[in-house]
């Protein structure tokens, strides 16, 4: 079992920045596969960016791509989403999850999940 926890999520201009942490407790993160989903109200979660099990292969969505970048620290057992150049339609409650094997841009196959951080992007 691997319990993920966000945090960093908050208020931000256009143009701004904010960087999100998932710490995971449990078994490692090293063992995992690492993603950040998002949902934006009466929308579907879609897929922002994964990272593999050692932090050495990423992935982005095209929207975000050039703009976040996610990193993973597994003495720390944390991941990060560095988001830059934020647009209004960042605006969403970002996730963290976790899976065993490659990383995925399907939400399906992930097996565990945070609780989901609020940002929150403004004009």
């Known amino acids: 079992q691997v319990q993920l926890l966000e945090s960093g999520g908050g208020l931000v201009q256009a143009g701004g920045s904010l960087r999100l942490s998932c710490a995971a407790s449990?078994?490692?993160?090293?063992?995992?596969?690492m993603g950040w989903f998002r949902q934006a109200p009466g929308k579907e979660r879609e897929f922002v960016t994964t990272?593999?099990?050692?932090?050495?292969?990423?992935y982005y969505a095209d929207s975000v791509k050039d703009r976040f970048t996610i990193s993973k620290d597994n003495a720390k057992d944390t991941v990060y989403l560095q988001m830059n150049s934020l647009k209004l339609e960042d605006t969403a409650v970002y996730y963290c999850?976790?899976?065993?094997?490659?990383?995925?841009?399907?939400?399906?196959?992930?097996?565990?999940w945070g609780q989901g951080t609020q940002v929150t992007v403004s004009s």
């Open positions: 999850a976790a899976r065993r094997g490659r990383g995925s841009t399907v939400f399906r196959e992930y097996d565990y």
């Open positions: 449990g078994r490692s993160s090293s063992d995992y596969a």
């Open positions: 990272i593999n099990w050692s932090g050495v292969i990423t």
